[in-house]
């Protein structure tokens, strides 16, 4: 059986930029970029028209701006993932996609071979964000500690009990409710249960979210 082609929208305002990602992306294995939007509001009308898997999405637009067509995008298609591609990682910006929907914030120096990892990545339902980027989620989430492996009392994931730890590291894996029944030998409506309780216990707003949370806070 072929390898699965990840289709991808850009989103991008400058014609040279949205070009230059296309012709990158396209000689990566298992990617194939099906089309290209200039502002948000035509990113879109393309989701809707094309379904990618992952839209490429900058920031800064005219017309409709990337967060606020993230947020659309999310509530019209959730099963389609957005990764911010921007130069700005301003804490509004990054706190505003991740608020919005987006599955991960990357900036526009990223190698080429890491931004074909980010997106299937980001495809699999991992949360990726760029170093810089990183911080800033730390105070949206309200974590100001250093990522390790021990919980300190300022630790949130220390609210879960040790079922839920298990399942929301493989959320952090990018599992399906069904692969983490599978794998942790439990019934899906049992892990839906959890999935409900890590999301309160976090105060998470979705999966994703959850995930980026566990990931600062040392959960890998």
């Known amino acids: 059986m072929s390898e699965y082609v990840i289709r991808v929208l850009i989103a991008d305002d400058q014609l040279l930029m949205r070009d230059g990602l296309a012709s990158l992306l396209n000689i990566q294995p298992g990617i194939d970029v099906v089309g290209t939007a200039e502002n948000g509001q035509e990113a879109i009308t393309a989701v809707a028209n094309l379904l990618p898997d992952v ?8 017309v409709m701006d990337g967060i606020e067509a993230t947020a659309e ?7 389609i993932k957005v990764l911010m591609l921007t130069t700005f990682d301003d804490e509004a910006y990054v706190t505003g996609a991740l608020r919005a929907g987006a599955f991960g914030y990357v900036l526009k120096n990223t190698p080429s071979l890491d931004l074909a990892q980010a997106i299937q990545m980001a495809h699999r339902g991992m949360v990726q964000l760029a170093p810089s980027a990183a911080d800033k989620v730390a105070k949206m989430i309200g974590g100001t500690r250093t990522p390790g492996k021990d919980m300190g009392t300022d630790n949130p994931l220390t609210n879960l009990t040790e079922r839920e730890v298990e399942v929301l590291r493989l959320i952090v894996q990018g599992a399906s409710n069904r692969e983490i029944a599978d794998k942790l030998v439990i019934t899906e409506g049992t892990v839906k249960s959890h999935v409900s309780n890590i999301l309160s216990r976090l105060e998470a707003r979705d999966r994703t979210q959850a995930a980026v949370i566990a990931v600062k806070h040392g959960l890998t």
């Open 73 to 79: 995008i999310h509530r019209r298609f959730p099963e």
């Open 55 to 62: 839209v490429l999405m900058d920031v800064r637009m005219p």
